[in-house]
Structure formats: C-alpha cells, structure tokens
C-alpha cells in the first residue's frame, strides 16, 4: 500500500523568508500524481501545486515550488516570500495514474512570524 | 461558481445514534470523495464515486458507514450507529474526472459523546 510520510510536524519561517516542507512517499507505481494541499483554520482544503510523476520538471506556482526527486521517493515544498496568509496545515498526498489509491501525509503546520 | 457545499457544519450526537451528511459537489463534476479527517491527523479517504457508481471504498467500515450517489450529484454519508471514534471532521471533494484538480468543501464537524 502507498504511504506518504511528512517528517516535520511544526514549521516556522520569518515572514518574507522561505521555507521547505518535507515529504516523503513510498510507492511501487512509476506513474502518479504527487500534491501539496493548504488546510488553513477554516478546514476547506486547498490545492497549492501538482506533480505528475512522469515530468521531470519541477511545477512552480508563483511563489511555491516543489523539488521532485523520484529516485528517492522525496516532494518537498518550498515557499518563497513567505507571508502571514501562509500559515496553515499543510498536507503531501500522493494519488495514483488513475487519481485513485489517495493517501494524504500526516500534515505539517506552518506559523508565520511577523 | 459555487464550491463543495455541504451540510451540517456541525453535529453533536451521542454513541449508538444514527447521523447523516449531506454533500453538493460542483456542478459538473463526475467524481466525488468522502474523507475522515481526525484531529491532528491528515484525511483519509472513505469512498470515491464516479457518477454514480463506486470506484473505491476500500477504506469505508462498512458494518456502520454508508453512502451513496444514486443520482450521481449529491451524495449522503451515513454512520449507523456511531462510535465515540468516529468523532472527526467529514470532508467532502469533487473533481471534474478522476486525477484531476480535487476541490474541498467546508466539512461537517462530528462529535460523538
């Protein structure tokens, strides 16, 4: 079964600095999809940026961006220019190349300090 | 565009009782999710739809947990009955097809006394 691991708990960044998210997945499949979703206070569950395993380059979306290591089964999340509306919970997931078998990672909360 | 609606917000019911959930996809979406988010921890997917038939409900505990999507819009989630266990944020998402972009709604927040 596909696990999706995310090693940091808690994170803290100045605002403006930038920040990496960690995470980490295991699966036996070579095509899928990996995520990086914001869950802020309110609950509802927002998409920051996709990766389809099978493009080697790294999606970018303004000021996040992923390194995508395949080999190493590694997705981190970079945020650059961190702001205070950055704070949230912050969820890895991993679906397969059919958009099933989706697994979500234990989260990560980002605190934003002024 | 109006988003993921769903219903209630929030319900407090006390163990052996019956619930139901109520979820509003985006119109036009095919596919639609249940996940259980438990405090601290991330979603776990109960049950997927594609228009109206099951694709995974590998994950649902089917001896209490039910939904379905007979019209293949909305969709009802249903514990029955419920366990102090199944306290949890209920999420429902929907997406225009199967891998692409899932959009969330707001969550029906569960406690069970």
């Known amino acids: 079964a596909q696990t999706v691991t995310q090693s940091q708990p808690e994170m803290s960044v100045q605002e403006a600095e930038t920040v990496t998210l960690s995470c980490t997945y295991d699966?036996?499949?070579?095509?899928?999809?990996l995520f990086w979703y914001k869950q802020p206070p309110s609950r509802q569950m927002i998409l920051v940026i996709r990766?389809?395993?099978?493009?080697?380059q790294n999606a970018t979306e303004n000021r996040f961006s992923v390194n995508f290591q395949k080999a190493a089964k590694s997705f981190s999340l970079k945020i650059s220019d961190s702001q205070l509306g950055d704070a949230a919970m912050y969820f890895c997931?991993?679906?397969?190349?059919?958009?099933?078998?989706?697994?979500f990672g234990p989260g990560t909360r980002l605190s934003v300090l002024p | 565009e109006a988003g993921v609606a769903q219903s209630p917000r929030y319900k407090i019911i006390e163990k052996r009782q019956s619930v139901a959930f109520w979820c509003n996809p985006i119109?036009?979406?095919?596919?639609l999710y249940w996940y259980q988010q438990i405090l601290g921890q991330g979603p776990k997917l109960l049950i997927q739809?594609?228009?109206?038939?099951?694709?995974?409900d590998s994950q649902l505990p089917k001896d209490r947990f039910s939904a379905e999507r007979l019209k293949g819009v909305d969709s009802t989630l249903k514990i029955q009955p419920a366990k102090l266990e199944d306290s949890a944020v209920y999420l429902c998402?929907?997406?225009?097809?199967?891998?692409?972009?899932?959009?969330f709604g707001q969550g029906t927040r569960l406690t069970v006394v």
């Open positions: 998402a929907s997406s225009l097809d199967l891998s692409t972009e899932a959009f």
């Open positions: 699966t036996s499949e070579s095509d899928y999809y």
């Open positions: 990766q389809e395993a099978y493009k080697q």
């Open positions: 997931a991993y679906s397969d190349n059919y958009g099933q078998n989706f697994v």
């Open positions: 119109s036009g979406h095919a596919t």
């Open positions: 739809f594609q228009n109206n038939g099951v694709v995974d």
